[in-house]
């Protein structure tokens, strides 16, 4: 009885651009629900994460670890992951927040190595990142340091959760995932870890939306563009695509 009355209250609130406060709502008094992915949208999307010695490359800090992972249609297909050394070392404050240490980065392969190995991987596919414009930033200082182009490309997750999630407590990763309830094994602050976290996350948002909302498939345009909307305007915005 609960589970209908929550929907009938998401469907009369949805013309009047309550509706991504209510699938938060329905999440509390329903319970934690299963995403079953459908197989409708079949573009390969690669969700990555880079740790780092710092910030910005603008301050001369470099890539460490990348780690990355293809999905299409709800499934993950692919993993990419490897440290890197560029040559410099990690300060104390990064060993403690990655576990990544000097003599970690010291092993592993040279940056640029695994970096051509990386454009291999992502080709021309879309990108996805958890505030995707600092792994964007590293992406392209580390391409552009083998010769490569940039790429553009990116949803950020982070940015869209804000919009479907307005009521989670904060838009981390590490708090989107115990608020989803998504799967996890406990490790963050490791570039595959956060990847493949990202990854549920974003195949969750584009759940939520399809099943919420009617549409046949929630592609990486609408979710891309969706980070670039305006709050207010976002239930607008998702019915005038389901309608285009």
Known sequence: MEEVECLECVHHHLFYGCFFTLITLAKKTVGHYNFVMHSTDRETIVVLDFETTGISPDYGDRAIEIGAVKIRAGQILDRFQSLMNPGVG??????????????????????????????????????????????????NAELARIGQKCRDNFGCSMLISRRVYPDAPNH?????????????????????????????????????????YGFDKVSFVLMRDLAKVPKAQVSAYLLKSLNS
């Open 90 to 139: 990690v300060s104390q404050f990064i060993e403690n927040y990655t576990g990544i240490t000097n003599q970690m980065v010291q092993e592993a392969p040279d940056a640029c190595e695994v970096m051509r190995d990386f454009a291999d991987f992502i080709g021309d596919k879309p990108l996805v990142a958890h505030n995707a414009s600092f792994d964007k930033r590293f992406l």
């Open 172 to 212: 981390k990763l590490e708090t989107l995932v115990r608020y989803k309830e998504l799967q996890t094994d406990g490790t963050f602050h490791r570039a595959l870890a956060d990847a493949e976290m990202t990854a549920h996350l974003w195949m969750g948002m584009a759940e939520d939306l399809r099943s919420f």
